[in-house]
């Protein structure tokens, strides 16, 4: 069953977990946003968080030029189902926050594994 948050509740953990990124990091960010869904394609139902866009170790000096924003999204449902409590879920929050900030700073899945971010 695992623990349900409102949406907003959902939205403020997001930001919080943002909160707690270095602002050297976030400084380095460059054009993207975050965004919550309650679920993730069919084909992928477990899927926490995707990047999707160009991470910046791939942008070429053209690459601004009329690009929209590379998107960061985090899906409420699987994350809830994982967690059994409060706590639980605020932490998945923040990992999976983090390990899709490093996709945009262009850190493959083997990288993130090995450095412990599963």
């Known amino acids: 069953m695992g623990f349900r948050m409102t949406r907003q509740e959902f939205e403020d953990a997001v930001g919080d977990a943002l909160d707690e990124v270095p602002?050297?990091?976030l400084d380095l960010m460059d054009n993207v946003v975050f965004l919550v869904e309650d679920?993730?394609?069919d084909q992928d139902p477990d899927l926490l968080g995707v990047y999707d866009g160009t991470?910046?170790?791939e942008r070429g000096d053209?690459?601004?030029?009329?690009s929209l924003p590379d998107r960061?999204?985090?899906f409420q449902g699987p994350l809830?189902?994982?967690c059994e409590?409060?706590?639980e879920l605020l932490e998945e929050i923040a990992v999976t926050v983090v390990h899709e900030i490093a996709h945009h700073f262009g850190i493959d899945?083997?990288?993130l594994h090995a450095l412990g971010w599963d």
Request: a negative charge; charged letters at 35%.
């Open 39 to 41: 679920e993730p394609p």
């Open 23 to 25: 602002a050297e990091l």
């Open 72 to 74: 960061i999204t985090l």
């Open 62 to 66: 053209a690459w601004a030029m009329g």
């Open 85 to 87: 409590d409060r706590e």
């Open 55 to 57: 991470p910046l170790t």
């Open 109 to 111: 899945d083997d990288r």
């Open 80 to 82: 809830q189902r994982m």
